[in-house]
């Protein structure tokens, strides 16, 4: 359909749309107008992603200074997703405006295809199986993977010369090499690491020097070379390319389609790609420097951005990770000494480089196929000024370096030893005691990161894996010395054991970041529109103090609904009526272990196909589990549904998924069990028949014990003002709605959220789950024991087992007229009309 929001045209690729879509976009363009940030949750299901991509998309056609739009996502099946919906809207946006090209619609606004379940690209772009299993992993990475049909409206379109969407749009999504490669070798390296360093052993401009110079004496890529020697004549044409797309074009062209991608993103109006491209300092500056002031930037699924954006500027180094940089630094001060020997003039050059300042030099921006290790925070101050005289030469920074390392050890020695234990102290306290113990000066060391960086670059190092723990130190030191001044924004913990093993010691030093506005406060700063959003943000008035800024729209929006398709359970006791709890004092009670075990069987026998599962940990699941099955519970379980758990290994998780959904595929059923915070909870979606019901075992609070969440508590309330059993329930809550929120991917769709812990009864947990959660959650819904929950359980099934009445689905979906007769309105009159009519319809739904 076209409408208009006030003066602007929406092309929106469906007939209908729900009324909380028109008040999202709306919400949307009065944040773009004002030029102003916006935070907004959208219930779980209900088309989001295509909202976005209409609404902004209209955006940039109608107002052609418009920026780029820059949609960050988690994973790659979310990436994915997201270029198949654009490839929707852009064609639909084509052919209304009376171009050639044609897509297919239907008439709910939400598109609902089957999305990957590999595990390693749940985990993230910086995730990667162990050395250990990383062949195997492999195999049934490619075995697993469900492939998801593709969008006919991808790719290069021509649309009679206009391109996609009518004006000659690019959207490009970027990854990772291995996601990107479509080199034979390098692809069948092991893991993403493999993959990085076989490909810079054949791109670096060293590599191709020697190349030229002595024709076949060292392997090169055919790709990349020819990607080099077309110069000018490297381009994408109009379309939509998911990383399918990219690497179908690359081969086509015969070249590489991670490096054209990288150049092409100046060209591009949309670019869809991982938070860490835009929040990590490490990688940022790599893509995102030449983004124009006026981009629109895009967080979907936000609700754990602070946490991204604190683990981007945190470091971990444990004894095994120093003694590797001790073997690193070792490596490079014989490489040092050869190169000096041989080749005296390349080190000279460096040196005469570095008087200049880093910018000058080109540390910072610097060619795209050499090894880089990519600036980090720094003041303009340290980018405009040269490395300091202590540091310049090769030899001179490698025993830099060498103090650092063992002034490191020393300190872990200490902790560890006998007398030792944990300690915490501020960044300027760590730092005067480093300087006094090694007669390091602090300014060298702010430049310790891009001084390595260099170093490498000038010893042509191709496989950077092996200096990781190396950088890890530089960049420790970088940050420890940029943010040694002013308020204590990071905390140096120093831990005798930072492993959950029994019986094993591995002390830790830890660099955590505590305030979360560090990595994103340069993007509220730099661009005008910053929309972040998800199903799951509240309590939204938290995320403003958390990430130090003013938004201008802040909306939570209710669930349109034509039947009560949600039934959120409060159970707080079980068949016994004793109260069950995963609180520390109470979690061992073998009648609460019984009675949990006893509520997951009943609900099992009642429930058709898949049921999921949630603890609060992975240690609480393995003790429950054992517990259980002592108990002869797992043998009940097992009579109706097959058991499948989630491990810490990628490999064995991706096997249990598939094979869960096989299960609920044949009829058998299956149980999931899983853990709140786990990569399940993330990046799965158990809609229909894989999650009839999602029970949450408790309240999914952080280890409150974790020195680093002490710190960062203090923080919070010393200087945000945010109380600690505020931000506790906010972050416990906020895990237990993603949770829960798996069960639902559409309107027509249904499913039970069991939320078992007496403490969900209390109004100050309850009350911070999402709006659209709580529409539905009813008096009669509190405080239940298990037998009376069974009893709403078959009362809810039976509802939602009878066919679905078209004309009431039709009474949610709004057509073009009803949606124009809505622009006279404000947001909160037609939330006060989608809430009298839900309340109207559950209460006859109910009668």
């Known amino acids: 359909m076209r409408f208009r929001i006030d003066d602007l045209e929406v092309f929106f690729p469906y007939e209908r749309m729900y009324l909380e879509q028109y008040q999202y976009m709306r919400s949307i363009k009065q944040a773009l107008d004002a030029e102003g940030h916006a935070l907004l949750e959208m219930p779980t299901g209900t088309g989001k992603t295509v909202c976005l991509l209409s609404l902004i998309t209209s955006y940039q056609y109608a107002h052609p200074s418009a920026g780029k739009l820059v949609y960050c996502t988690r994973t790659v099946p979310e990436m994915n997703a997201v270029m198949e919906e654009l490839g929707t809207v852009l064609a639909y946006r084509a052919k209304e405006l009376g171009l050639d090209g044609s897509s297919t619609t239907n008439a709910t606004g939400v598109t609902s295809g089957s999305q990957s379940v590999d595990m390693e690209d749940i985990a993230g772009e910086s995730s990667s199986s162990p050395t250990s299993n990383t062949k195997k992993s492999n195999k049934r990475r490619k075995m697993y993977n469900r492939k998801s049909k593709r969008n006919p409206n991808l790719g290069p379109i021509s649309n009679g010369g206009h391109g996609a969407g009518g004006s000659g749009a690019l959207a490009l999504c970027l990854s990772s090499r291995r996601n990107m490669c479509i080199h034979q070798r390098v692809i ?38 020819q990607f080099q020697a077309a110069g000018e004549a490297t381009s994408l044409p109009s379309g939509i390319y998911d990383l399918e797309e990219l690497k179908v074009w690359g081969k086509k062209q015969g070249w590489c389609p991670y490096y054209l991608t990288r150049q092409a993103i100046n060209h591009a109006n949309i670019l869809v790609f991982n938070y860490q491209y835009m929040l990590d300092p490490k990688v940022a500056k790599m893509v995102s420097k030449e983004l124009e002031a006026e981009s629109i930037i895009v967080f979907d699924e936000a609700h754990n951005i602070d946490s991204v954006c604190i683990e981007a500027l945190s470091v971990t180094i444990n004894e095994r990770a120093l003694e ?35 910018i000058e030099q080109g540390l910072i921006e610097q060619g795209a196929n050499d090894a880089a290790l990519a600036g980090n925070v720094l003041g303009d101050d340290i980018l405009n000024e040269s490395v300091p005289g202590n540091i310049r030469r090769a030899e001179h920074f490698i025993a830099f370096m060498k103090k650092l390392v063992e002034h490191l050890k020393a300190r872990l020695k200490a902790v560890s030893g006998p007398t030792g234990g944990v300690q915490s102290e501020t960044p300027l306290a760590f730092l005067h005691r480093l300087m006094n113990g090694t007669s390091l000066e602090a300014k060298p060391l702010k430049f310790a990161y891009s001084r390595l960086n260099s170093l490498l670059r000038t010893l042509q190092v191709s496989n ?47 660099l955590a970041c505590l305030d979360s506005s560090l990595a994103i406060a340069p993007l509220f700063k730099r661009f005008g529109s910053v929309v972040i959003t998800s199903g799951t943000l509240s309590p939204i008035d938290l995320y403003p103090k958390l990430l130090q800024f003013e938004p201008r729209v802040s909306e939570s929006f209710n669930m349109s609904t034509f039947r009560p398709c949600i039934r959120p359970l409060v ?21 609460v272990v019984r009675n949990y075990g006893a509520m997951l069987v009943e609900l099992c026998a009642c429930i058709p196909d898949g049921v999921v599962a949630f603890f609060t940990s992975y240690s609480y699941m393995e003790s429950i589990i054992s517990e259980w099955d002592a108990m002869g519970i797992l043998r009940q379980l097992t009579k109706h549904k097959l058991v499948f758990i989630e491990t810490k290994d990628v490999v064995e998780t991706t096997l249990a998924l598939d094979n869960y959904r096989r299960a609920c595929d044949s009829g058998r059923g299956a149980v999931f069990l899983s853990v709140a915070r786990g990569k399940v909870s993330e990046g799965i979606n158990f809609d229909r028949h894989y999650g009839r019901a999602v029970i949450m075992f408790g309240v999914p609070f952080q280890y409150t014990l974790s020195h680093v969440l002490r710190a960062r508590l203090e923080f919070l309330q010393t200087h945000y003002q945010i109380r600690e059993q505020d931000f506790l329930n906010f972050d416990a809550l906020r895990q237990a709605s993603q949770c829960v929120g798996r ?38 819904y509190l405080n239940l024991s298990t037998d009376t929950a069974i009893q709403h359980v078959r009362q809810f099934l039976r509802i939602m087992g009878q066919p679905i009445e078209q004309e009431a689905l039709q009474t949610v979906l709004l057509p073009v007229e009803e949606i124009e007769s809505l622009a006279g309105p404000t947001i909160t009159e037609s939330t006060t009309l989608l809430t009298e009519s839900n309340t109207a319809v559950v209460s006859s739904t109910e009668t």
């Open 324 to 358: 590797q940089a001790t073997r690193s630094l070792g490596r490079l001060s014989s490489e040092v000494s050869r190169i000096k020997a041989t080749d005296n003039q390349r080190l000279q050059a460096e040196y005469s480089n570095l008087v200049s300042g880093l």
């Open 743 to 780: 069960v639902i991917r559409s309107k027509t769709d249904y499913g039970l959220m069991i939320l078992a812990d007496s403490r969900y009864n209390r109004t100050d947990k309850r009350s911070k789950l999402p709006k659209w959660i709580l529409q539905f959650l009813h008096e009669g």
């Open 464 to 510: 950077l894996d092996d200096f990781n723990s190396l950088s890890d130190v530089a960049d420790f030191a970088t940050l420890l010395a940029t943010y040694s001044e002013g308020v204590p924004k990071f905390a140096i913990i120093l831990e005798p054991n930072g492993t959950t093993i029994p019986g094993v010691t591995d002390p830790v030093i830890e």
């Open 188 to 225: 069948n390296e092991s893991d993403r690491e493999a993959v990085d360093a076989a490909c810079r052993s054949m791109t670096a401009s060293w590599v191709l020097e020697k190349a030229q110079a002595e024709p076949g004496s060292i392997e090169t890529c055919e790709f990349y070379n």
């Open 571 to 591: 159970i707080t006791r079980g068949s016994d009526q004793m109260a069950i709890s995963t609180k520390f004092d109470d979690r061992g009670d073998l009648g």
